[in-house]
């Protein structure tokens, strides 16, 4: 127990409403019991469900995250912290230190844990060896496809905000969910070896104009392996258009052989596609998108990364 324990009457919601940083009371049974509104504009708005929310399925997971600093501060009756990536309400990815207070009531007992969040994006990117150069260049990039491919441009990035949501759904730890945003913005890169006519092409592509494009997962991974920030993910890149059945390209490599990242990105890559304008077709309907990604689970696409993709659309249902 703490020398001092804090007293619930020294917290009031009417204080706390007024922090900058988000704030949120745990019970025992991890539901949320308040949270302040820079909580609510960090992780959007609470689910509306019969008995307050668990605070994993404000985030929408399926379990409580690793290391849970809460679940630590009610066992041990002390603070715990924990670092950790978390996808924002505007798919920001950003890097949150939790620290977890337990609140005690006139017995004595844990009557709550105060859960506090800090965005530590800013120290982190310092403290990362020339990260802000990394920043820059992973950007530059991304830039680069879109000038060739305004379509690819926007792909890339709408593809990474769905990405972050299946990573996080598949509870991704920090380090995975840094590779796969950085991934998702760069699966495509090779593309800027590919001709504008066959990028641009309205109608359909020939053999051997689908075999060029199909040289670009090669092309990626040729560059970014060469970079050091770039080289755990070449792989993935390379890999990002393989087929779960041994199928797909360049390698015909199957199952669980394909890089975990690489089947993720498989999935947000083909449904983004799918519901987006393209220069040659018009965009699916939603529900026709998940029908096409349902049918290629076990074929094209990973079965747990179709599950988790099916489950965050009835969520935002």
């Known amino acids: 127990m703490l020398p001092h324990p804090i007293s619930h009457q020294m917290l009031p919601d009417s204080i706390l409403d007024g922090f900058p940083c988000p704030i949120i009371k745990i019970d025992r049974n991890f539901r949320l019991l308040y949270h302040n509104p820079a909580a609510g504009r960090l ?74 969040d800090l965005d530590t994006t800013p120290l982190m990117t310092l403290q990362w060896d020339y990260e802000v150069d990394f920043v820059q260049t992973m950007f530059a990039f991304a830039e680069l496809i879109e000038k060739r491919d305004i379509y690819t441009g926007r792909h890339s990035e709408n593809t990474r905000a769905i990405a972050l949501k299946l990573g996080s759904a598949l509870d991704l730890d920090t380090a995975q969910l840094d590779d796969l945003s950085t991934l998702s913005l760069l699966h495509d890169i090779g593309k800027v070896g590919i001709p504008e006519t066959i990028l641009l092409k309205k109608g359909p592509l020939t053999s051997e104009e689908r075999q060029q494009i199909e040289t670009h997962a090669q092309l990626g991974h040729d560059v970014l392996c060469k970079i050091n920030r770039f080289q755990q993910i070449a792989n993935s890149i390379l890999c990002h258009h393989e087929w779960f059945n041994g ?12 890089p975990w990242l690489a089947r993720i990105i498989s999935v947000a890559d083909v449904f983004e596609a799918l519901t987006a304008e393209r220069v040659y077709r018009s965009a699916l309907p939603r529900a026709k998108a998940l029908d096409i990604i349902r049918d290629g689970s076990g074929s094209q696409f990973d079965p747990q990364v179709v599950d988790a993709l099916l489950q965050l659309n009835e969520e935002s249902a």
């Open 247 to 258: 199928q797909g390209y360049p390698n015909g490599i199957q199952g669980e052989a394909i």
């Open 43 to 116: 992780h959007g708005p609470v689910p509306e469900m019969k008995l307050a929310p668990h605070c994993y399925e404000w985030l929408k997971l399926s379990q409580r995250c690793p290391q849970c600093p809460v679940e630590q501060a009610f066992q041990n009756g002390q603070p715990a912290t924990n670092q950790k990536c978390s996808v924002t309400s505007d798919h920001r990815l950003i890097r949150v230190e939790q620290t977890a207070i337990p609140i005690f009531d006139s017995l004595g007992d844990i009557e709550y844990v105060l859960e506090i």
